[in-house]
């Protein structure tokens, strides 16, 4: 029989799933998942706690489980779905993070971009017009330690630090998520643990940081369907205002959307690769970082966190 690979992450939420899904271990597939059960609660919960990313559906069963995606996604977007915000955000945030780890294995397609380009637009307008979804979006555990779940993050972040800045323009505003989504593309590349404390990295994990986000540009500056504004992104995401970043850039020549990423970003590297917790995270990037973030983006990010 034949089986091809779904990403865990799509699989949330509370609708039924009308396909068998799979899980490999020492190359049998295990029926995991039956046809009729849905994905929530302990289940997930297990499966990210085994870091689990993939499971595997039969061939013959890819349709259904392409209807399955469309309509989960769709109910999830609908304001008058009826569904409780939880379940939503659920499903959205791991259809973001699936089309974060589509751009990130595949960076070549046109078409991976371009879809998550266009979902990055719809995730705009859901952030926005829903104001407790930051809060549930943060609520939402990076348990695994997930990049894309931290791209997620850190676009959520970014998106509501925007909307408070007054930035408004629809076309800004979805090439800031698509960059923040994928910000970290150079992590990816190089593979290292990014679960610690910059400065506790040893000289060889703090080179790999130090070049991170030029080592990711570099890998997607000559694809035409990469826009500039998201290439700054990734190559200016973690540019102090003060010089002291990797490319030494002071925030007039830093792209004022890498700017808002870096801000949200110093958020999230605390609570999900630093231990700290929610609640003091701002004031730490307060406490440690004036000089580095614009004050502004700090008031602004600590009034969000106390809404969280
Ligand atoms: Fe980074
Ligand atoms: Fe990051």
């Not at 996604?73 to 659920?90: F, I």
């Not at 791209?151 to 909307?163: E, K």
């Not at 973690?238 to 030494?248: K, T």
Request: proline share 2%; net charge neutral.
């Amino acid at each position: 029989m034949d089986y091809v690979s779904v990403r865990v992450s799509t699989l949330r939420g509370d609708q039924k799933i009308d396909f068998n899904a799979y899980i490999k271990i020492n190359d049998k597939m295990i029926l995991y998942l039956r046809r009729g059960d849905s994905f929530e609660g302990d289940r997930l919960k297990r499966l990210k706690e085994k870091q689990l990313r993939k499971m595997y559906i039969l061939t013959t069963e890819e349709q259904l489980y392409r209807g399955y995606l469309d309509r989960n996604l769709e109910m999830a977007y609908d304001n008058a779905s009826g569904k409780d915000l939880q379940t939503r955000v659920e499903v959205i945030q791991g259809a973001q993070q699936s089309n974060c780890e589509e751009v990130f294995e595949n960076p070549e397609s046109k078409e991976n971009y371009d879809y998550a380009k266009d979902a990055a637009g719809k995730y705009v307008s859901f952030v926005m017009s829903n104001a407790q979804s930051v809060s549930s979006i943060m609520h939402m555990e990076n348990t695994d330690k997930n990049l894309a779940h931290h791209g997620v993050t850190v676009s959520t972040l970014a998106i509501a630090l925007a909307q408070k800045l007054g930035i408004n323009d629809i076309k800004k505003t979805q090439l800031l998520t698509l960059g923040a989504l994928l910000h970290d593309y150079g992590h990816f590349l190089s593979g290292m643990n990014v679960n610690q404390k910059v400065a506790d990295m040893n000289p060889a994990d703090k080179l790999l940081w130090w070049k991170h986000p030029s080592e990711g540009a570099a890998k997607v500056r000559d694809k035409q369907h990469f826009d500039q504004t998201v290439i700054n992104i990734i190559a200016q995401h973690e540019e102090l205002i003060d010089g002291s970043g990797p490319l030494g850039l002071r925030e007039k020549d830093t792209d004022p959307l890498a700017t808002i990423v870096c801000s949200a970003n110093a958020i999230d590297r605390l609570i999900t690769f630093e231990g700290v917790p929610k609640s003091e995270a701002a004031k730490k990037l307060m406490l440690e970082r004036v000089g580095q973030h614009p004050l502004q983006h700090i008031q602004l990010l600590s009034d969000i966190m106390k809404g969280i």
